[in-house]
């Protein structure tokens, strides 16, 4: 669920700066792919996001993608701290919402 609002805080971003529903369908569900596009348009302000966080979002995004926590899928995974996404996700969130005017 943390996932899910990390792709949602970051799309509402991209729209608030008229990118196109499109562009970010062919993003998918790709976190990385988001984040980028996000930094690209100006969206993330300097401090909003450490390396360390940009580095859970990735490591994240692996499993994310993938839609292995919606699948069962076998196997070992390496995730990152609950608590870290949870972090994570609600900078983003938080964010978003003053973007919007919803805070």
């Given amino acids: 669920m943390f ?3 990390i792709e949602l805080a970051l799309k509402s971003f991209l ?17 990385a ?9 100006g969206l993330l302000p300097d401090g909003l996001l450490t ?11 692996q499993t994310y993608v993938m839609k292995e926590f919606e699948y069962i899928v076998v196997g070992a995974k390496t995730l990152p701290l609950l608590r870290d996404v949870a972090s994570v996700a ?4 938080k964010h ?6 919803l805070s």
């Fill in 33 to 41: 792919a988001l984040v980028e596009a996000a930094l690209k348009n």
């Fill in 96 to 101: 978003a919402a003053s973007l919007t005017g």
């Fill in 15 to 31: 729209r608030t700066k008229g990118v196109e529903v499109a562009s970010m369908k062919r993003m998918g569900h790709d976190l």
């Fill in 3 to 5: 996932g899910h609002a």
């Fill in 51 to 61: 390396s360390s966080d940009a580095v859970l979002i990735r490591l994240l995004n």
């Fill in 90 to 93: 609600n900078k983003l969130v």
